[in-house]
């Protein structure tokens, strides 16, 4: 049996954290959305017992079991006792370690390939396994935005009207950020401060659009905040880091909007290591489907919803 989804990219719209818990995490209040720009997910189900294998092509140092998409397939495996063979094939999209999700994302398309797959319905194991995976892997199981509170995990439904954004994303290692460097970061600016997670809300609006950790992370990564200006000088109504970074993204009122933004930042950065991308915010995004040749139909990722 061959399936395949596409794994979206998401944006934190709101990122709130609280201080640090017992167990070494950080509860979280955040407002994640799905976006239309994703990564190609095949998955295939051999007939007799075997490995799990992950290739992600041109990408060589995201093959093998270290994949946090082979990690999801290991740990579902376990779960359910399947000793057949399964075959991963990556074809990325979404920029590797930004603060969109990528990773985390893919692992999530191969619990649901592999759920379809062999017809298990038990949502809350499903959860569990992901859970087990990463902080991020529960939201992605679901079909569109989410309030995401204690890990992760305590995800509520949320109905996010579609948001135009630009995305800019610095691929350069002096402004890479690891989630535990930006949470530490937070930590020691609070200086002992232990500070209350705000109320979700009912409706966005980009004026409540915020990222506890940006503070911390701009102070160490400067560079980005020259990004977030080029966002606001194209008429962003509002300019975030997503995640832990260091991938900063702008709103805007219209799609078209958002495509110009794109088109004058990247010849702006045109001399830099920079991604410049516009994505829209989906309700929903596309489902687990048999396997068809790229070439045959267009990607699923590069329809809009």
């Not at 892997?137 to 935005?145: E, M, S, Y």
């Not at 800019?168 to 950020?177: G, K, Q």
């Not at 300019?239 to 702006?268: C, D, L, Q, W």
Request: hydrophobic share 40%; glycine share 10%.
């Amino acid at each position: 049996m061959r399936l395949q989804t596409i794994a979206p990219a998401k944006v934190n719209l709101v990122l709130r954290v609280g201080p640090p818990r017992r167990d070494g995490y950080h509860g979280i209040r955040s407002l994640m959305v799905p976006l239309d720009l994703g990564d190609r997910v095949d998955v295939s189900v051999g007939e007799r017992a075997g490995p799990v294998t992950c290739r992600v092509p041109g990408r060589p140092e995201l093959d093998g079991a270290d994949n946090l998409a082979a990690r999801a397939a290991e740990r579902f495996r376990a779960r359910f006792g399947v000793e057949r063979t399964i075959g991963i094939r990556i074809a990325k999209r979404i920029p590797v370690t930004a603060g969109l999700g990528g990773g985390s994302s893919d692992a999530a398309a191969v619990l649901r390939c592999l759920a379809r797959a062999f017809g298990i319905r038990d949502r809350a194991a499903l959860a569990a396994i992901a859970l087990e995976v990463g902080s991020d892997v529960p939201f992605f199981l679901g079909p569109g935005p989410a309030w995401a509170e204690g890990r992760g995990e305590r995800l509520t439904p949320a109905d996010v009207p579609p948001q135009h954004l630009v995305l800019v994303y610095p691929d350069d290692p002096a402004l890479a950020i690891r989630a535990g460097e930006a949470y530490r970061w937070l930590d020691a600016s609070r200086q002992g401060r232990r500070p209350r997670l705000p109320p979700r809300f009912a409706r966005f609006e980009p004026s409540r659009a915020g990222n506890d950790l940006q503070p911390p992370c701009l102070l160490e990564r400067p560079p980005l905040a020259t990004l977030l200006g080029l966002l606001v000088g194209r008429g962003a109504t509002a300019a975030i880091m997503s995640g832990s970074g260091p991938t900063v993204f702008g709103t805007f009122h219209s799609r078209n909007a958002a495509a110009r933004a794109a088109r004058t930042i990247a010849e702006e950065v045109v001399d830099r290591k920079v991604m410049v991308l516009a994505a829209t915010t989906v309700r929903r995004h596309p489902g687990v489907t048999p396997w068809r040749s790229p070439r045959s139909a267009s990607s699923p990722s590069t329809k809009r919803s």
